[in-house]
């Protein structure tokens, strides 16, 4: 169907005029629509890159909202590798932390848990999440010296992923700002934007060990701002933040009155002397909101199951934990079948601990990275102590001008390998790109190499060869 001269839908295939009322924004959709890309508050870089093309017709014009949000990690160059593999080209996908892609399973009793539990799945549960699963993850936050914890207060989800949505849906008035991490997780992002918020970004520089600093989230707090969020330990950069710099956060919300968000996916992932501190014990009357779930440190990420649970005092936190509660019921509860492993996960044997230590898996594939960025001649790199991710960086010196996204898409094309640019997580000017920690130490440290030898190529100026055209 077609938009007539007059913006009613026109049907070809019999010449009939169909008598469709104008879209929503009164323009007449026949041409392509150049959706702009981010608002002001955005880094700049990232903005020319964003710009998008919409074909569309009256009835379908997607919203406004969706104008500035996005998801690179499974954006363009991820489509472009799908077509590459199409066409016989094979891809190493290094863009998503997704460890069942990469061999690992989910612990057999949480897959026990499950499969005993399928009858009793069959019926909507409590909005909140079953009880058993609740308990338990409020018994968890009690352990780790969370006052007041309780079944009450938490919330079981489709992933962290629905929950980040519901958490900032519940909180934001239009035109409220989050202070966000720059590099973020994107979501983070783009749930603020979806639930009528503004980001504001405060950055986590390689030079400062990808740490905030504080001075600088605290000048960039005003009227509007409502919360602090804090991804720790942090993808895509692997920092995992010190009890100190925590207590300085909780410190500065409290003084401006600010709800804490913490993102707490990755919370048993560290390595070598990195210690993970969860947020809510040092909290104290600070409303906080803490989130987990079975993705990352269970590997379980197609069950999705995510929690979040809320700590703070109960006349501070009681209406904002009722509009939680009436958002989880709008969408009924989550999935019931996957929420019986909840329960061994937190009560039963340590799974993660034995990934993440010297000869471990996990811990082996870090150090192939590391090793690998050291012996290179073109990155440099701050070495992960949490997490699934390295976020190495190109040498200034090297490449003045270098353009992470253009890279990406050279070293899938001519490497076959698919990484996300640093851009992608909404960080000014980036230098860096991110690849996952889950392929076997000795792909990973391949993978550094033909990053290294495609950089090279481009300072002796060979041009760009594309798989797809060899
Ligand atoms: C920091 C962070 N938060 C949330 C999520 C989403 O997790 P889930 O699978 O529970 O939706 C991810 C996934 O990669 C993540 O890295």
């Known amino acids: 169907m077609q938009a007539g001269e007059d913006g009613r839908g026109r049907d070809n295939s019999h010449g009939r005029r169909l008598c469709l009322p104008p879209n929503r924004h009164n323009t007449v959709c026949r041409m392509p629509r150049t959706v702009r890309a981010r608002t002001a508050s955005m880094p700049q870089s990232v903005q020319p890159k964003a710009r998008t093309t919409i074909m569309t017709h009256a009835c379908t014009t997607p919203s406004a909202h969706l104008a500035d949000v996005r998801y690179e990690i499974r954006g363009t160059l991820a489509r472009r590798a799908r077509e590459l593999e199409a066409a016989g080209h094979p891809v190493l996908h290094l863009n998503i932390g997704n460890p069942g892609r990469f061999g690992f399973r989910a612990p057999d009793h949480l897959v026990q848990a499950v499969d005993a539990h399928l009858p009793q799945s069959e019926a909507y549960c409590q909005e909140q999440g079953i009880e058993e699963a609740r308990a338990a993850i409020a018994a968890q936050q009690a352990a780790r010296g969370v006052a007041l914890a309780d079944i009450d207060r938490v919330f079981i989800g489709n992933g962290v992923s629905e929950l980040i949505d519901i958490a900032l849906r519940a909180l934001l008035d239009p035109g409220d700002e989050v202070l966000l991490p720059s590099p973020d997780y994107p979501l983070w992002s783009a749930a603020t934007i979806l639930n009528s918020g503004r980001p504001r970004y405060y950055r986590c520089l390689a030079e400062n060990g990808h740490l905030p600093d504080v001075e600088e989230m605290e000048a960039l707090i005003g009227p509007r701002t409502r919360a602090i969020v804090l991804i720790n330990p942090n993808n895509p950069t692997g920092a995992v933040y010190p009890r100190a710099l925590l207590e300085q956060v909780v410190a500065l919300a409290a003084r401006h009155g600010l709800m804490l968000l913490c993102d707490e996916i990755y919370d048993q992932i560290t390595y070598d002397q990195a210690r993970f501190q969860p947020l809510a014990p040092l909290a104290g009357e600070v409303p906080t909101l803490s989130f987990s779930g079975l993705s990352k440190v269970h590997r ?4 999705r ?21 009436l958002l989880a019921a709008l969408r009924l509860c989550a999935n ?14 340590d799974t993660i601990g034995a990934l993440v230590a010297p000869g471990g898996r996990l811990y082996e594939a870090r150090r192939a990275v590391v090793d690998g960025v050291a012996g290179a001649q073109t990155l440099s790199l701050v070495s992960p102590s949490g997490a699934l ?15 992470d996204s253009a890279f990406a898409l050279r070293l899938l094309e ?22 996952t920690l889950l392929p076997e130490p000795a792909v990973l440290g391949g993978v550094v190499a033909k990053m290294d030898a495609v950089l090279m190529r481009m300072i002796e100026r060979v041009p ?3 798989a797809a055209l060899a």
Request: aromatic share 12%.
């Open 300 to 303: 379980a990420c197609g069950y």
């Open 414 to 435: 001519e490497a076959g390998i698919l990484l996300v640019p640093g851009s992608s997580f909404n960080v000014e000017h980036s230098r860096h790109l991110r690849l």
């Open 336 to 349: 019931v079948t996957a929420q019986w492993a909840i329960k061994p996960a937190l009560e039963g044997p």
């Open 305 to 325: 199951v995510g929690w979040m649970s809320l700590s703070g005092p109960q006349r501070d936190i009681a209406a904002y934990r009722d509009a939680l509660q």
């Open 464 to 466: 760009p060869q594309s």
């Open 389 to 403: 991710y390295a976020f190495p960086q190109v040498r200034d010196e090297l490449f003045p001008d270098f353009d």
